[in-house]
């Protein structure tokens, strides 16, 4: 496991609680992914001129070990990244003076911006001259209950939208927060596990429907685009 950078929490990463957010500790993660890609000679620039290409988020499977309410440094490790199937896997480690406060396990491909076609790792690692090691394969898909029940309607906005002109990966889990009812109770509930898939991308104007399920596994959540394909899937686990 390597220190990859020491990221300075401010107050725009926290929550309504005044405590980290899920969505600022996959940030952070993300950020990391990026950082590795780059320093193992896979930047972002050259996907783009090179091969029309750009990094998107799969899945992510983040879990949360401890509530940190203040602002401050916290140190960012990660460890070697892996290929599985289409996917790179890479695991981020998130300290804060010296005691492990978060992990997250980023699952990403990269797709040529114009036809949405994944690439392979094996293609991505050869034309970048690069090596890369094999995994023990992708995760277990997400399983939603079959009676999922209506939470609203969400219009996508230009706002939500990255780069890409699609709903920022980052957007979906401030939605499944707000969602699963995470924010605006008392007590307040303590996020501990949050799994995401990215199915289907979102955007501006399209209409994100939102359903959810309350189990004694957690709070799942699954939003469909348009009334008709899934867009994405989660669970959130609370104490």
């Avoid at 590795?36 to 996907?47: L, T, W």
């Avoid at 277990?140 to 906005?157: K, N, S, T």
Wanted: charged residues 25%; aromatic residues 12%; proline residues 4%.
């Amino acid at each position: 496991m390597e220190k990859i950078f020491t990221y300075q929490v401010t107050g725009h990463d926290t929550d309504f609680y005044r405590c980290i957010a899920p969505t600022s500790y996959v940030k952070i993660a993300e950020m990391a992914c990026f950082e590795v890609a780059e320093r193992s000679g896979m930047p972002m620039q050259r996907m783009i001129d090179e091969l029309r290409a750009t990094w998107m988020t799969a899945s992510f499977q983040l879990e949360i070990y401890k509530d940190i309410f203040y602002i401050g440094p916290v140190d960012v490790y990660v460890e070697p990244y892996v290929q599985n199937g289409v996917l790179f896997t890479e695991t981020v480690h998130i300290f804060r003076d010296g005691e492990k406060i978060a992990k997250c396990a980023m699952n990403t491909m990269a797709v040529d911006f114009q036809t949405r076609k994944v690439l392979s790792p094996a293609s991505i690692a050869q034309h970048f001259n690069v090596p890369y090691t094999v995994g023990d394969g992708a995760p277990a898909r997400l399983q939603l209950p079959e009676d999922m029940e209506f939470a609203e309607d969400y219009v996508i906005r230009y706002s939500d939208c990255d780069h890409n002109q699609h709903l920022r990966a980052l957007e979906y889990i401030n939605l499944v927060c707000d969602t699963a009812e995470y924010w605006g109770t008392l007590p307040r509930k303590k996020g501990r596990g949050l799994k995401v898939e990215y199915i289907g991308e979102c955007k501006a104007g399209d209409t994100l429907t939102l359903m959810r399920k309350v189990t004694p596994e957690g709070v799942y959540v699954m939003g469909v685009r348009n009334g008709e394909k899934v867009s994405f899937k989660a669970q959130f686990i609370m104490e």
